[in-house]
């Protein structure tokens, strides 16, 4: 919505109410009620527990390790200080400082985390007789429509808290590629950079969302965490620092896919477009195009995209080494197979910064780099290279496959950094070493010379 035009609907409906308003006046009954007085009510029950972020991060995407401060949002849920966010707030966090509305400043520490869906919970570190903390409550995202008003809380920019007010464009927006476990509330309320991990409250004065995501180009393109994916995942993050995501392999597909003009038989059931290498579900027979009606007896209809966050939250949250019961259909026949799940465990790779070489590695992992896990099911890749630096200058690239460094085996993180300590002890007799990688499927030999000490020019 326009902002001009939504700034004069306000004035309109908090200056000049109806005339059924002012017959309600006229006759002593209750009169509608002002809206700016409904947004203020809101406001009161949620914006004393937002939260203003400042984190040092670890940063090893420019080919060297550095600190970064980033900021970001926060709403504290609990009287004892536990805090919502978002993952990409406090990722590789190495300190956490939180700012409260009443003007305490606070340490904090990372209770759990989850990139799939991007939330995090932390944990204020509360002096003693530090009295009460204001905290908000949950609203059910569910029974949201596109239209109602809505309120972005936070600090956008790295400034003071703030209020910005908006409709729900979108009750069930699917992204691909981030919408794995959980659609998106889409909402013109603008989410700014630091607004990230902040509520998105509706007028009940009510957390529905956690803001996520914004779009630089253009308004009316903001996405927040619905508030049922959020409650189901925090008491995980409290209880195990980390979603314990149960995983079966499966690639899924919905029935109908008018963007890719694809439509399969049926009108119940998720396509299966394959199975991940090594799953549960390939060593248990599932083939692609295999329709999976239901599990454990639980229907899995994915008639569009915006049906498969669902159906992979349900089966993410299966209990993992318990043989699940599948109901598939292969072309006419019904079959019934027992998939037993395994934990899905860590969905990014470790990183380890190689001074002198200029580079990054990191370890590959198969959620993280499906292209580079592909090819080696295991071991490291260059993450990034520093310019100027060695590195860059001999050639190597992002996404290069680490094989052998001077004829070794580079099997896994721990070896590179050997190798790179071993090559630092040695520079003045020997300042060239060989690396051999897998770039796009094909092996070649590189030669690092790191003679030149680029941090002390």
Known sequence: MNNLLFRSVISILAIAPPASAAQDQSTGMNARPDFRQVVQDGKSKVFPAVVYFKVVREDNERGEKKAQE?????VIISPDGDVLTNWHVVDKAQSVRCLLTDGRGMT???????????LALVKLDLPKD??????AGFGDSRVLKEGDFVMAMGAPWGLNRSVSIGIVSCTRRFLDRVSEYSLWLQTDAPINPGNSGGPLVNTDGQII?????GMNSGDGMGFAIPSETVQVLAAQLREHGRVNWTWFGLQ??????????????GSDGVIVAETDPNSPARQAGVQARDRILSVNGTSTTGM??????AIRRFLGLLPKKDAASFEIMRGAEKLTLKI???????VEGKELACKRWDLTVKEINQFDNPDLYFHRQSGVFVFATKYPGNASNSGLQHNDII???????????SDVEVAHKTALENVDKKSRIVFGVLRAGLTRQVVLDFARDYAKE
């Not at 969302?209 to 995501?213: D, L, T, V």
């Not at 094989?403 to 993180?413: F, H, N, R, V």
């Open 340 to 346: 037993t799940p395994r934990e899905k465990g860590v």
């Open 209 to 213: 969302g956690i803001n996520s995501r």
């Open 130 to 135: 530090s009295g009460s903390l204001p905290y």
């Open 403 to 413: 094989l052998k460094i001077d004829g070794k085996e580079m099997a896994s993180l």
């Open 252 to 265: 899924l597909q919905p029935l109908r896919d008018f963007n890719k003009d694809t439509y399969f038989e």
């Open 304 to 309: 569009t995209d915006e049906d498969l966050p």
């Open 108 to 118: 904090a520490r990372v209770l759990g985390t989850d990139k799939d869906t991007d």
């Open 70 to 74: 980033v900021s970001g949002s926060g």
